[in-house]
Protein backbone atom coordinates (compact mmCIF):
# COMPACT_ATOMS: atom_id res chain seq x y z
CA UNK A 1 0.00 0.00 0.00
CA UNK A 2 3.00 2.33 0.18
CA UNK A 3 3.49 2.92 -3.52
CA UNK A 4 -0.05 4.05 -3.91
CA UNK A 5 -0.76 7.95 -2.67
CA UNK A 6 -3.18 8.28 0.04
CA UNK A 7 -6.42 10.20 -0.26
CA UNK A 8 -6.09 12.51 2.31
CA UNK A 9 -9.46 13.89 2.40
CA UNK A 10 -10.79 10.49 2.10
CA UNK A 11 -12.22 8.89 5.61
CA UNK A 12 -13.27 4.98 5.18
CA UNK A 13 -15.79 3.99 8.20
CA UNK A 14 -15.29 0.10 8.48
CA UNK A 15 -18.77 -2.18 9.87
CA UNK A 16 -18.35 -5.96 9.77
CA UNK A 17 -19.68 -7.38 12.80
CA UNK A 18 -23.58 -7.15 11.89
CA UNK A 19 -24.75 -4.64 14.11
CA UNK A 20 -23.82 -1.32 15.41
CA UNK A 21 -25.11 0.46 12.67
CA UNK A 22 -26.37 3.48 15.22
CA UNK A 23 -22.97 4.91 15.61
CA UNK A 24 -21.99 5.49 11.60
CA UNK A 25 -24.59 8.15 10.83
CA UNK A 26 -22.79 11.04 13.48
CA UNK A 27 -19.75 10.17 11.83
CA UNK A 28 -20.85 10.50 8.06
CA UNK A 29 -22.53 13.94 9.14
CA UNK A 30 -19.34 15.07 11.18
CA UNK A 31 -17.18 14.39 8.02
CA UNK A 32 -19.11 16.03 5.62
CA UNK A 33 -19.39 19.11 7.74
CA UNK A 34 -15.44 18.88 7.17
CA UNK A 35 -15.87 18.62 3.63
CA UNK A 36 -14.21 15.18 4.15
CA UNK A 37 -15.35 12.23 2.04
CA UNK A 38 -16.39 9.32 3.92
CA UNK A 39 -16.93 5.96 2.27
CA UNK A 40 -18.39 2.90 4.19
CA UNK A 41 -17.54 -0.61 4.02
CA UNK A 42 -20.28 -2.38 5.50
CA UNK A 43 -21.56 -6.41 5.78
CA UNK A 44 -24.00 -7.33 3.84
CA UNK A 45 -26.04 -7.25 7.48
CA UNK A 46 -25.55 -4.26 8.28
CA UNK A 47 -26.21 -2.50 4.49
CA UNK A 48 -29.39 -4.51 4.23
CA UNK A 49 -31.36 -2.65 6.77
CA UNK A 50 -29.12 1.09 6.14
CA UNK A 51 -30.30 2.25 3.26
CA UNK A 52 -29.87 5.97 5.07
CA UNK A 53 -26.36 5.40 5.34
CA UNK A 54 -25.69 4.82 1.99
CA UNK A 55 -28.19 7.74 0.81
CA UNK A 56 -25.90 9.99 3.02
CA UNK A 57 -22.10 8.76 2.44
CA UNK A 58 -20.12 9.29 -0.07
CA UNK A 59 -19.84 5.13 -1.40
CA UNK A 60 -20.37 2.59 0.09
CA UNK A 61 -18.99 -1.20 -0.19
CA UNK A 62 -20.77 -4.11 0.98
CA UNK A 63 -18.94 -7.23 2.09
CA UNK A 64 -21.01 -10.35 1.39
CA UNK A 65 -21.70 -12.65 3.76
CA UNK A 66 -21.09 -16.10 1.66
CA UNK A 67 -17.49 -15.12 1.11
CA UNK A 68 -15.47 -17.58 3.45
CA UNK A 69 -13.68 -17.53 6.54
CA UNK A 70 -13.16 -14.25 9.03
CA UNK A 71 -9.27 -13.71 7.64
CA UNK A 72 -10.78 -14.20 3.69
CA UNK A 73 -12.80 -11.24 4.76
CA UNK A 74 -10.45 -9.50 6.17
CA UNK A 75 -7.93 -10.03 3.27
CA UNK A 76 -10.91 -8.65 0.96
CA UNK A 77 -11.15 -5.61 2.85
CA UNK A 78 -7.81 -5.22 2.56
CA UNK A 79 -7.62 -4.90 -0.80
CA UNK A 80 -10.85 -2.62 -1.48
CA UNK A 81 -8.79 -0.44 0.79
CA UNK A 82 -5.81 -0.57 -1.36
CA UNK A 83 -8.11 0.39 -4.05
CA UNK A 84 -9.62 3.21 -2.33
CA UNK A 85 -6.59 4.47 -0.38
CA UNK A 86 -8.31 6.23 2.44
CA UNK A 87 -6.00 8.12 4.95
CA UNK A 88 -7.68 7.03 8.11
CA UNK A 89 -9.55 4.55 8.97
CA UNK A 90 -12.17 4.07 11.55
CA UNK A 91 -13.50 0.70 12.79
CA UNK A 92 -16.93 0.87 14.21
CA UNK A 93 -16.73 -1.97 16.30
CA UNK A 94 -12.99 -2.43 17.00
CA UNK A 95 -12.91 -5.65 18.37
CA UNK A 96 -12.82 -9.25 16.85
CA UNK A 97 -10.82 -11.50 14.48
CA UNK A 98 -11.66 -9.93 11.11
CA UNK A 99 -10.24 -6.57 12.59
CA UNK A 100 -7.63 -8.58 14.60
CA UNK A 101 -6.89 -9.96 11.02
CA UNK A 102 -7.18 -6.55 9.00
CA UNK A 103 -5.57 -4.80 11.76
CA UNK A 104 -2.27 -6.95 11.21
CA UNK A 105 -2.08 -6.11 7.82
CA UNK A 106 -2.83 -2.22 7.71
CA UNK A 107 0.34 -2.22 10.94
CA UNK A 108 2.69 -0.78 8.56
CA UNK A 109 0.46 0.75 6.11
CA UNK A 110 0.57 4.69 5.68
CA UNK A 111 -3.24 4.16 7.03
CA UNK A 112 -4.57 5.82 10.22
CA UNK A 113 -6.62 3.67 12.46
CA UNK A 114 -9.08 4.50 14.78
CA UNK A 115 -11.27 2.43 16.48
CA UNK A 116 -14.69 2.83 18.48
CA UNK A 117 -14.60 0.45 21.53
CA UNK A 118 -18.08 -1.20 22.86
CA UNK A 119 -16.97 -2.78 25.56
CA UNK A 120 -14.15 -1.92 28.35
CA UNK A 121 -13.61 -5.28 29.09
CA UNK A 122 -11.67 -5.62 26.18
CA UNK A 123 -8.93 -3.83 27.34
CA UNK A 124 -8.61 -5.95 30.63
CA UNK A 125 -9.40 -9.34 29.41
CA UNK A 126 -9.09 -9.64 25.59
CA UNK A 127 -5.49 -10.98 23.94
CA UNK A 128 -6.82 -10.30 20.97
CA UNK A 129 -7.69 -6.77 21.50
CA UNK A 130 -4.25 -6.48 22.58
CA UNK A 131 -3.18 -7.42 19.00
CA UNK A 132 -5.81 -5.16 17.27
CA UNK A 133 -3.75 -2.58 19.72
CA UNK A 134 -0.40 -2.32 17.79
CA UNK A 135 -2.22 -1.20 14.76
CA UNK A 136 -5.25 1.14 16.09
CA UNK A 137 -3.83 3.29 19.07
CA UNK A 138 -6.45 6.11 18.81
CA UNK A 139 -10.06 4.88 20.76
CA UNK A 140 -12.93 6.43 21.11
CA UNK A 141 -15.55 5.37 23.73
CA UNK A 142 -19.42 5.55 23.98
CA UNK A 143 -19.55 7.05 27.18
CA UNK A 144 -17.69 9.38 29.45
CA UNK A 145 -18.14 7.07 32.24
CA UNK A 146 -16.91 3.98 30.27
CA UNK A 147 -13.69 6.08 29.23
CA UNK A 148 -12.87 7.15 33.28
CA UNK A 149 -13.46 3.37 33.83
CA UNK A 150 -10.66 2.21 31.27
CA UNK A 151 -8.28 4.31 32.98
CA UNK A 152 -5.06 4.97 30.95
CA UNK A 153 -3.78 2.39 28.45
CA UNK A 154 -0.15 2.62 27.32
CA UNK A 155 0.68 3.48 23.84
CA UNK A 156 -2.96 4.48 23.46
CA UNK A 157 -5.21 7.80 22.74
CA UNK A 158 -8.91 7.60 24.18
CA UNK A 159 -11.55 10.22 24.52
CA UNK A 160 -14.97 9.67 24.29
CA UNK A 161 -18.93 11.01 21.75
CA UNK A 162 -22.07 10.25 22.00
CA UNK A 163 -23.53 9.34 18.52
CA UNK A 164 -26.82 11.09 18.47
CA UNK A 165 -28.02 11.18 14.75
CA UNK A 166 -30.74 9.10 13.71
CA UNK A 167 -32.75 8.94 10.61
CA UNK A 168 -35.66 11.34 10.36
CA UNK A 169 -36.04 12.23 14.26
CA UNK A 170 -39.58 14.17 13.26
CA UNK A 171 -41.05 15.74 16.31
CA UNK A 172 -44.27 13.96 17.64
CA UNK A 173 -46.98 14.44 19.90
CA UNK A 174 -45.88 12.50 23.06
CA UNK A 175 -47.96 9.62 24.16
CA UNK A 176 -48.32 7.84 27.60
CA UNK A 177 -45.43 4.83 26.40
CA UNK A 178 -42.73 3.78 27.80
CA UNK A 179 -39.97 2.39 25.68
CA UNK A 180 -37.64 -0.75 26.37
CA UNK A 181 -35.21 -0.56 23.50
CA UNK A 182 -34.52 -4.45 22.65
CA UNK A 183 -36.49 -7.27 22.82
CA UNK A 184 -37.11 -9.52 25.75
CA UNK A 185 -33.70 -10.85 26.81
CA UNK A 186 -32.89 -12.20 29.64
CA UNK A 187 -28.97 -11.40 29.58
CA UNK A 188 -29.77 -7.47 29.36
CA UNK A 189 -33.22 -6.79 30.81
CA UNK A 190 -33.90 -7.75 34.29
CA UNK A 191 -37.69 -9.22 33.30
CA UNK A 192 -38.25 -10.39 36.48
CA UNK A 193 -37.85 -6.81 38.18
CA UNK A 194 -40.25 -5.15 34.74
CA UNK A 195 -43.23 -6.93 35.77
CA UNK A 196 -42.56 -5.40 39.82
CA UNK A 197 -42.60 -2.08 37.43
CA UNK A 198 -45.13 -2.78 34.79
CA UNK A 199 -47.92 -3.90 37.63
CA UNK A 200 -47.02 -0.68 40.15
CA UNK A 201 -48.22 1.60 37.19
CA UNK A 202 -50.40 -0.67 35.68
CA UNK A 203 -53.42 1.29 35.86
CA UNK A 204 -52.30 4.77 35.20
CA UNK A 205 -52.84 4.40 31.41
CA UNK A 206 -49.29 4.13 30.74
CA UNK A 207 -48.37 1.45 28.42
CA UNK A 208 -44.70 -0.01 27.94
CA UNK A 209 -43.16 -1.16 24.24
CA UNK A 210 -40.03 -3.70 24.04
CA UNK A 211 -38.31 -1.91 20.89
CA UNK A 212 -36.95 -4.49 19.08
CA UNK A 213 -37.48 -8.34 17.57
CA UNK A 214 -39.08 -10.15 20.42
CA UNK A 215 -39.72 -13.52 18.71
CA UNK A 216 -42.49 -15.06 19.31
CA UNK A 217 -41.58 -18.34 19.46
CA UNK A 218 -37.99 -18.13 21.97
CA UNK A 219 -38.91 -19.12 25.26
CA UNK A 220 -37.78 -16.48 27.14
CA UNK A 221 -40.93 -14.73 25.17
CA UNK A 222 -43.62 -17.29 25.56
CA UNK A 223 -42.65 -16.90 29.65
CA UNK A 224 -42.43 -13.45 29.88
CA UNK A 225 -45.94 -13.02 27.97
CA UNK A 226 -47.19 -16.08 30.20
CA UNK A 227 -46.72 -13.81 33.24
CA UNK A 228 -48.29 -10.87 31.71
CA UNK A 229 -51.05 -13.01 31.28
CA UNK A 230 -51.29 -14.45 34.99
CA UNK A 231 -51.19 -10.83 35.83
CA UNK A 232 -53.75 -9.63 33.76
CA UNK A 233 -51.22 -7.23 32.42
CA UNK A 234 -51.11 -8.44 28.58
CA UNK A 235 -52.91 -5.50 27.08
CA UNK A 236 -50.47 -3.16 28.88
CA UNK A 237 -47.24 -4.10 27.20
CA UNK A 238 -46.30 -4.43 23.17
CA UNK A 239 -43.82 -6.37 21.89
CA UNK A 240 -42.36 -6.80 17.65
CA UNK A 241 -42.06 -10.25 16.30
CA UNK A 242 -39.62 -9.30 13.71
CA UNK A 243 -36.91 -6.53 13.04
CA UNK A 244 -38.36 -2.78 13.90
CA UNK A 245 -37.73 -0.85 10.82
CA UNK A 246 -36.29 2.86 10.98
CA UNK A 247 -39.53 4.22 10.64
CA UNK A 248 -41.21 2.32 13.43
CA UNK A 249 -38.16 2.76 15.51
CA UNK A 250 -38.00 6.54 15.22
CA UNK A 251 -41.85 7.20 15.66
CA UNK A 252 -42.26 5.12 18.66
CA UNK A 253 -39.03 6.99 20.44
CA UNK A 254 -40.34 10.11 18.92
CA UNK A 255 -43.82 9.79 20.93
CA UNK A 256 -42.24 8.32 24.17
CA UNK A 257 -42.87 9.49 27.64
CA UNK A 258 -39.60 7.88 28.89
CA UNK A 259 -37.02 5.29 28.02
CA UNK A 260 -36.66 2.59 30.34
CA UNK A 261 -33.25 0.73 30.22
CA UNK A 262 -34.21 -2.30 32.35
CA UNK A 263 -31.06 -2.65 34.13
CA UNK A 264 -30.99 -3.64 37.82
CA UNK A 265 -28.44 -4.14 40.28
CA UNK A 266 -27.16 -8.25 41.09
CA UNK A 267 -29.32 -8.87 37.95
CA UNK A 268 -27.37 -10.19 34.76
CA UNK A 269 -28.57 -6.58 33.43
CA UNK A 270 -26.13 -5.46 35.69
CA UNK A 271 -23.13 -7.06 34.38
CA UNK A 272 -23.45 -6.19 30.93
CA UNK A 273 -24.16 -2.56 31.26
CA UNK A 274 -22.95 0.26 33.25
CA UNK A 275 -19.80 -1.39 34.20
CA UNK A 276 -18.04 -2.97 31.09
CA UNK A 277 -20.78 -0.80 28.34
CA UNK A 278 -23.24 1.76 27.82
CA UNK A 279 -26.75 0.72 27.27
CA UNK A 280 -27.98 2.39 23.99
CA UNK A 281 -30.89 3.36 25.48
CA UNK A 282 -28.62 6.31 27.04
CA UNK A 283 -27.72 8.09 23.70
CA UNK A 284 -30.93 7.60 22.38
CA UNK A 285 -32.50 9.77 25.10
CA UNK A 286 -30.05 12.22 24.40
CA UNK A 287 -30.39 12.05 20.76
CA UNK A 288 -34.24 12.42 21.44
CA UNK A 289 -34.64 14.41 24.19
CA UNK A 290 -36.89 11.39 26.17
CA UNK A 291 -36.20 10.98 29.66
CA UNK A 292 -34.24 8.04 31.38
CA UNK A 293 -36.06 6.21 33.98
CA UNK A 294 -33.19 4.56 36.00
CA UNK A 295 -32.50 2.47 39.05
CA UNK A 296 -31.12 4.74 41.73
CA UNK A 297 -28.02 2.53 41.93
CA UNK A 298 -26.49 4.49 38.95
CA UNK A 299 -27.29 7.94 40.30
CA UNK A 300 -24.03 8.57 40.96
CA UNK A 301 -22.62 8.59 36.93
CA UNK A 302 -23.00 12.39 35.97
CA UNK A 303 -23.07 12.32 32.47
CA UNK A 304 -26.48 10.70 32.60
CA UNK A 305 -27.73 12.70 35.71
CA UNK A 306 -29.58 15.74 33.54
CA UNK A 307 -31.85 12.92 31.66
CA UNK A 308 -32.89 10.90 33.92
CA UNK A 309 -35.07 9.78 37.39
CA UNK A 310 -34.22 7.53 39.59
CA UNK A 311 -36.26 5.01 41.06
CA UNK A 312 -35.98 1.76 43.36
CA UNK A 313 -38.42 -1.33 42.22
CA UNK A 314 -40.13 -1.18 45.45
CA UNK A 315 -41.33 2.31 45.84
CA UNK A 316 -41.42 3.12 41.32
CA UNK A 317 -45.54 3.59 41.67
CA UNK A 318 -45.22 6.31 44.21
CA UNK A 319 -41.42 7.53 42.26
CA UNK A 320 -43.69 7.49 38.63
CA UNK A 321 -46.38 10.10 39.74
CA UNK A 322 -43.35 12.83 40.12
CA UNK A 323 -41.84 11.60 37.43
CA UNK A 324 -44.78 12.52 35.17
CA UNK A 325 -45.13 15.65 37.14
CA UNK A 326 -41.70 16.72 36.50
CA UNK A 327 -41.44 15.36 32.70
CA UNK A 328 -41.46 18.52 31.02
CA UNK A 329 -38.71 20.36 32.79
CA UNK A 330 -36.25 17.71 32.47
CA UNK A 331 -36.76 17.79 28.63
CA UNK A 332 -36.19 21.41 28.48
CA UNK A 333 -32.72 20.84 30.73
CA UNK A 334 -31.78 18.23 28.21
CA UNK A 335 -32.34 20.35 25.48
CA UNK A 336 -30.50 22.93 26.97
CA UNK A 337 -27.44 20.66 27.52
CA UNK A 338 -24.44 20.87 25.21
CA UNK A 339 -23.29 17.72 25.46
CA UNK A 340 -26.70 16.20 24.61
CA UNK A 341 -26.59 18.06 21.14
CA UNK A 342 -26.00 15.84 18.32
CA UNK A 343 -23.86 18.98 16.44
CA UNK A 344 -21.24 19.15 19.61
CA UNK A 345 -21.19 15.21 19.56
CA UNK A 346 -19.93 15.53 15.74
CA UNK A 347 -17.12 18.01 16.55
CA UNK A 348 -15.95 15.86 19.71
CA UNK A 349 -15.73 13.27 16.60
CA UNK A 350 -14.08 15.43 14.32
CA UNK A 351 -11.46 16.90 17.14
CA UNK A 352 -10.46 13.52 17.71
CA UNK A 353 -10.69 11.82 14.22
CA UNK A 354 -9.16 14.67 12.39
CA UNK A 355 -6.05 15.24 14.46
Known sequence: MKSKKIQKDRVGLVEVGGSHEECLLTQIRALKAASKEGILVLDEQVAGRSAYLADQADDTRVVLKDMGSNRMIADHIYRMLKVLRPEKVVFNTAQGTIVRNLAFKLRFSRIKCYGIIHTVRKFTESFTQKWISKTIKNYLFLSK??????GKQRGLKMDYFYPLDFPRMQPLETEKTIVITGGVEERRKDLIGSLSLIKQIGDDGYSFVFLGKSDP???TVQSFKGELAKNGLTNTVTFFDDFVDHKTFDHCLGSASFILPLVHPDTPSAEQYFTNQISGATNLSYAYKVPLLLHEAYADIEEMQAASFYYSIEEFGSQFNRFVADREVKVE???????????NQQERYRNFILD
Open 217 to 219: ENE
Open 333 to 343: SMRAREPYSAL
Open 145 to 150: DLLQKA
